[in-house]
C-alpha cells in the first residue's frame, strides 16, 4: 500500500511523461476526426484507432480475468444529447480536452478560455443535478431499460459477459479485429492518395521538361 506522497509522486510522474508525450505528438481526438472528413489527412485518425485496439484488449482482457474495478453508467437520452454538445464544442474549441490542456500549457488563450469554460460546464452540471436530480436519480438507474427515466440500461462487455457467459475479451477481440480493418483501409487509402499524387508530379515533370525542350528549340531557331 502506497502513502499518500508516493502515490502523489507517481500520479505527478505519470502525467508529465503523459502531457509529454501529447505535447511532442500533437495527439488530439478532434483532429482525428475532423482531419479524416474535412482535409483527408489520417495521422491522427490512425493514432487514435491503435489507442483504441490497445484498450480494447487490456480492458476485455482485464474483464475476462475479472480484474480491476470498472465503473458502470446508465446510457440514456441524455447521454446522447450531451455528448453531441460535447463534440460540437470541441470542434468550435478546435481541440479535444487533452489538446486543451496542452495548448493552454503552451499560452494559447483561446485554449485557456476553452479550458476555463469547460469547468464553468462542470459545475453548472452539477448545481442542475443537485438542485433537481435530472438526469434521472440513481435509484432509477438499474440498468435495465426505464423508458420513463429516459434510461437505456448499460452493455459493454463485463455486462455482456455476465447475461451470455461469453468472456470479454471474445467481444474485445472482435471489436479489435473491425478497428484493424479500419485502420488498413486508411492506409490503403493513404498509399493510393500517394501514388495518385506521385502520378501527378511526374506527369507535371513531364510537361514542365516538354516545354522547356520546346523554348529551347525555339531559342536555337531564333539563333
Known sequence: MLSPVVECVVAFVF??????????SR????????????????RNTKAMLVAMMILTVGFTGFMSLGAGHPLRFDVGLNTFAGLFLFG???????????STWVKTGE????????????????FLFSVVWSASWWPPAPQSMTGQINVPALQLGFANAQTLQEKLGVPAIVFGLVQTALLFALYRGIVKRERA????????QQEHQKK?????AVQAAAATQDR
Open 27 to 42: 495527439f488530439c481526438n478532434t483532429a482525428a476526426l475532423r482531419d479524416a472528413i474535412m482535409f483527408k489527412t489520417y
Open 193 to 200: 492518395q500517394h501514388t495518385e499524387h506521385e502520378k501527378h
Open 208 to 212: 514542365k521538361a516538354a516545354k522547356a
Open 15 to 24: 502525467g508529465s511523461v503523459a502531457g509529454l508525450l501529447m505535447q511532442r
Open 107 to 122: 499560452g494559447n488563450l483561446g485554449a485557456l478560455w476553452a479550458l476555463i469554460f469547460t469547468f464553468v460546464g462542470m
Open 88 to 98: 460540437i464544442g470541441m470542434v468550435l474549441a478546435g481541440a479535444c480536452t487533452v
